[in-house]
């Protein structure tokens, strides 16, 4: 049998099988490059984590790349000499990995040789070199008398996030639009580590981004169980997906909202912000918070779904989805607002591979990426997901994608709830008096409404958390908007960017 340091990799399943960190093969980087070049020249494989820890005075590079063909997640990685600060870049021949070895280089001070854009991502206030300052950030420009520059940003109109914008234009035409975040990074990930309590960690993960409050609590509830060797039981699993599916439609019909009143139709905007409503107002009824926030905790929950509240939001669906899809009807047959809609902010699926896009943004250019169906958690594990795939990739796709996740969603719930109501015993109260395994990494991930949430941990000799690592999908995505208005009208920006609607907070962390 190959020892570890022939193996090429091991392959886990989601959320599902703890390692020793022992058993992560180690390669050369020669090696660990070459394997990875072959693995994510497969369209089905991406690269869902790849981060370095510290390891007796050295640094190690795990990498995560998750196979949608087999439902398997491959983890290997590389080990940096004492006196090597420099790699060769991976990144012209796979685009996915630029914003990794960016964040990699920014945190650890490892230089990427060949690298065509390693220029800082959040700017914490921890990374080695401070000399770059965000007031500084070097964009890209082209000398030219033809054209000019518009920046748009930090500060936004309304309650956005901070983030700045800057477009190279000829006339009214965009050539290129760099994205620059980073004004609000909070070391969340540092916290993971220094908040022990269990309770804490449970309440900064709903806090990462505001508008996935599930989606990220249940991505770290699921790799602490996963660390502590703990199996929910399959009513408290059906419980948290149907909470999960809550926020996808809430989240979706808001950003059908957003859409429309970007081109001006009042109408679509008003009936889908009250809808939207009726669907956060069902998850207050149900845990007292209408964004879930204390739903989603380690071993059990607080608000244990009732007959009552799953008959609410059974009543609330039987009402809302119908109207949604009345107003969805008038949204998508309206020549003035279809005509805004299509060949605008066009992503193809060849550019949503290359970088590595994942959730509604692959999805809606024709790239089938869905944790639920390809690298299933919780009660997905047994039941089927009818994924919805758009093929055009513009800004008519991106809405579309959300009307029929919707209908999905809906129909998801209503399984779920008969499946819940058959499932015997009692879901228990949360239990945050565990153990988590030594010298153990683990993963988790979740498929939010924009798409693949990936939680990763190592613990130490004790038991320890001692690296922590988020992923939200933003962290793919926001390379797509700079793609999709290429070419466009400068005044398309607004709706080319409420269509994929990412996080500024979630990428900042």
Not at 52 to 69: L, N
Not at 140 to 147: A, F
Not at 429 to 452: C, H, M, Q, V
Request: net charge negative.
């Amino acid at each position: 049998m190959k020892s570890m340091m022939e193996k090429e990799y091991i392959e886990i399943k989601n959320n599902f099988m703890p390692v020793n960190i022992s058993e992560i093969p180690v390669h050369s980087y020669e090696k660990f490059s070459s394997l990875v070049s072959y693995l994510l020249r497969n369209e089905s494989n991406h690269c869902t984590a790849y981060f370095p820890v510290s390891e007796k005075g050295k640094q190690r590079f795990i990498i995560c790349i998750a196979d949608d063909s087999n439902k398997n997640i491959r983890v290997f990685s590389h080990i940096t000499a004492d006196d090597n600060n420099s790699l060769k870049s991976l990144s012209e021949e796979l685009p996915q990995l630029h914003i990794f070895e960016r964040e990699i280089h920014e945190n650890s001070g490892i230089f990427f040789e060949g690298h065509p854009w390693l220029k800082p991502v959040r700017f914490p206030h921890n990374r080695p070199d401070k000399t770059g300052t965000i007031e500084g950030y070097p964009f890209y420009n082209i000398d030219s008398e033809e054209l000019h520059e518009v920046g748009v940003g930090p500060v936004h109109a309304g309650v956005i996030e901070p983030g700045h914008f800057r477009f190279i234009c000829n006339g009214e035409k965009v050539l290129h639009l760099e994205i620059q975040l980073g004004y609000q990074h909070r070391g969340v990930e540092q916290l993971f580590i220094e908040n022990e309590a269990p309770l804490q960690r449970s309440i900064l993960a709903e806090n990462i981004a505001g508008d996935t409050v599930t989606g990220h609590a249940l991505a770290h509830v699921q790799l602490i169980e996963s660390l502590a060797g703990i199996d929910a039981g399959e009513k408290l699993q059906a419980e948290r997906c149907i909470a999960l599916e809550l926020e996808r439609i809430a989240v979706h019909i808001g950003d059908t909202a957003a859409l429309c009143g970007d081109v001006a139709y009042q109408f679509g905007q008003v009936v889908c912000e009250a809808l939207r409503t009726t669907i956060i107002n069902t998850t207050q009824f149900w845990c007292g918070n209408r964004f879930g926030k204390g739903l989603i905790r380690p071993c059990g929950t607080n608000f244990p779904l009732t007959v009552q509240a799953a008959d609410e939001i059974l009543k609330v669906l039987s009402v809302s989805i119908p109207r949604y899809e009345e107003v969805a009807d008038r949204i998508f047959t309206l020549p003035s607002l279809l005509a805004r809609f299509e060949d605008i902010g066009t992503v193809t699926k060849k550019q949503v591979s290359d970088i590595g896009a994942v959730g509604m943004a692959a999805r809606s250019s024709g790239l089938l990426r869905d944790i639920r169906s390809t690298h299933p958690f919780q009660i997905f594990r047994h039941y089927e997901i009818n994924t919805v795939v758009h093929q055009t990739g513009d800004v008519l796709a991106r809405a579309l994608q959300r009307k029929d996740e919707i209908r999905e969603s809906a129909r998801i719930i209503r399984d779920l709830i008969d499946v819940w109501k058959n499932l015997d015993g009692d879901v228990s109260k949360p239990d945050y008096n565990f153990n988590l395994k030594p010298d153990t990494f683990a993963i988790s991930l979740t498929e939010g409404w924009r798409g693949e949430i990936c939680h990763t941990a190592i613990t130490g000799k004790d038991g320890k958390i001692v690296h922590y690592k988020i992923k939200d999908p933003s962290f793919h995505n926001w390379m797509a908007l700079a793609l999709a208005v290429r070419n466009q009208e400068i005044s398309d920006f607004p709706l080319c960017n409420k269509s994929y609607n990412l996080s500024y907070c979630g990428h900042d962390l």
